[in-house]
C-alpha cells in the first residue's frame, strides 16, 4: 500500500487547490499557504485516516493486522467525512455540498492510492465496497506504486519505493501550488482594472 507520505501530499494537493484562492503571484500564494497550514495539514492527515487501522494492531504486537481492513472502505470513509463534515459546517457554516464533496475526495483517495499499489502480503486487496460487499478487492491491472515490506520498514526496497511513490506525487503537489501563484489570464486581469 501507499505511504503516508504519498498519502499527505495527495491530500495536501487537493486542499491547496480547494483551499487557496488563486493569488496571482509566488509571494501571496506562499503567504495564502502560510495562512492556510493548518487546514491542509488537517486535509493531509484526512487523506492518511485509513492507516489508523496500525495503531489498533499495536496492542496485539503487530500493526499490519487490522490494516486494509474495513478503515480502507466505502463506508467507513463515507461515516468520517460526514462527521468531519458536520463538524465543519456547525463550526463555520456555509458552501455544504462543495465542502462534503471535497472531503470525500481527500478521504477516498487514500483507497485510490492503495488500490493502485502492488500488494505483496496478505491479506491482499482492500474491503473497498463495504459494507455493500464484504469481499476484498485486488486490482492487478490499475498497479502504479510499488509494493513496499512490511516487515523491514528501513530497507532499500521500501526506499526505492518511497522514492518511485515522490517522483509521481510530488510533481503534482507543485503543479497546483504553481497555478494557484500563476498570474491570472491577461483579459481577467485587464477586466478586473477597469472596475
Known amino acids: 500500500m501507499a ?8 491530500g495536501g494537493m487537493l486542499g491547496i487547490g480547494y483551499l487557496l484562492p488563486r493569488t496571482g503571484s509566488p509571494a501571496a500564494a506562499l503567504r495564502a ?32 493486522r487490522f490494516h486494509q481492513g474495513y ?28 465542502r462534503f464533496v471535497f472531503l470525500s475526495v481527500v478521504a477516498y483517495s487514500h483507497l485510490l492510492l492503495d488500490i493502485m499499489t502492488v500488494d505483496m502480503g496478505a491479506p ?10 464484504d469481499q476484498r ?15 523491514h520498514v528501513f530497507s532499500a526496497h521500501n526506499f526505492r519505493g518511497l522514492a518511485w511513490e515522490l517522483a509521481v506525487t510530488l510533481p503534482f503537489f507543485l503543479l497546483v501550488l504553481l497555478w494557484k501563484a500563476a498570474p491570472r489570464a491577461v483579459g481577467q486581469i485587464r477586466s478586473n482594472q477597469d472596475r
Request: net charge neutral; charged share 10%.
Open 3 to 10: 505511504t503516508p507520505i504519498g498519502h499527505a501530499l495527495i
Open 71 to 98: 478503515t480502507h472502505s466505502l463506508g467507513w470513509i463515507a461515516i468520517l467525512v460526514t462527521g468531519i463534515w458536520i463538524t465543519w459546517q456547525r463550526h463555520s457554516p456555509g458552501h455544504g455540498l462543495a
Open 124 to 133: 491482499y486487496g482492500v474491503y473497498l465496497f463495504w459494507p455493500l460487499y
Open 33 to 64: 499557504l502560510w495562512e492556510q497550514r493548518w487546514p491542509i495539514i488537517g486535509v493531509a492527515l484526512l487523506a492518511c485516516l485509513p492507516d489508523i487501522a496500525f495503531f489498533f494492531g499495536l496492542p496485539f504486537g503487530n500493526i499490519n
Open 137 to 151: 478487492i485486488h486490482t492487478p491491472l490499475l498497479y502504479i506504486f510499488r509494493d513496499l515490506d512490511r516487515t
